[in-house]
């Protein structure tokens, strides 16, 4: 079936290091794709997506490039700060035809220190 | 900004009890969901809702579960007899279209 898998974490970083969180996935067909971060104590926030191949999300520093052909879409920060300190969700989901239900990874959680 | 919200926070209960889970998504949102994530997993899709009916749901929304739109606002879930593995945090969702889905931030469901 369909699935998403995300590097094990937690992932520590100083601030302002680079970040690259794996995602790949395994879908029958062309799913859209997601990276949701849940802050501590508060729900899941839609941080970036991508609807086709080669498409790039990105917002607030991060990108993420959707690559039809390694089945991946991992997400990227040039410089991080505590405050993205968060766990990280890899999503996709099927829009057209179906209902759009997304299934998620396990979760990333980033660390990052001063 | 609109925003989906979900009461209670926190909710205790007994096992075999009942509960009802609420929440209210965003006015103009045509698609609602919950999922549920037991602590230190997933994020799991429970059930979908289009149309004032269930669209999709998967194998943990068994006979004990149903979801309702008593008033064209709220949305609910309810549990009818709690088990200890039902703890979770539960998410509701909406969107207007099967694309980007809005979560709230959460029910914690703590089963005794």
């Not at chain 1, 995300?6 to 062309?30: D, R």
């Not at chain 1, 080669?54 to 390694?70: H, I, L, M, P």
């Not at chain 1, 700060?81 to 299934?103: E, P």
């Amino acid at each position: 079936g369909d699935s998403v898998t995300q590097m094990e974490g937690p992932v520590t970083l100083s601030e302002e290091a680079f970040l690259t969180i794996n995602c790949t996935y395994t879908a029958t067909g062309y799913p859209s794709l997601f990276w949701y971060v849940q802050y501590p104590g508060e729900g899941l926030q839609l941080l970036l997506k991508a609807t086709k191949a080669d498409d790039k999300g990105s917002n607030k520093g991060f990108e993420a490039t959707y690559r039809k052909e390694t089945t991946s879409f991992h997400l990227e920060k040039g410089s991080v700060q505590v405050s993205d300190s968060a766990v990280y969700f890899c999503a996709l989901s099927f829009g057209s035809g179906n209902t759009g239900k997304l299934i998620f990874g396990q979760g990333t959680t980033l660390q990052v220190k001063p | 900004e609109p925003e989906v919200t979900q009461t209670p926070s926190h909710q205790v209960t007994q096992m075999g009890q009942e509960v009802i889970l609420r929440c209210v998504p965003i006015s103009n949102h045509l698609y609602f969901y919950w999922y549920r994530q037991i602590l230190g997993q997933k994020v799991e899709f429970l059930v979908s809702f289009y149309n004032n009916e269930i669209s999709e749901k998967s194998e943990i929304f068994d006979d004990q579960f149903s979801v309702e739109r008593p008033d064209g606002s709220n949305f609910t879930l309810k549990i009818r007899s709690t088990k200890l593995e039902d703890s979770a945090m539960y998410f509701c969702a909406s969107s207007v279209g099967r694309d980007t889905q809005y979560f709230g931030p959460g029910t914690r469901l703590t089963v005794l």
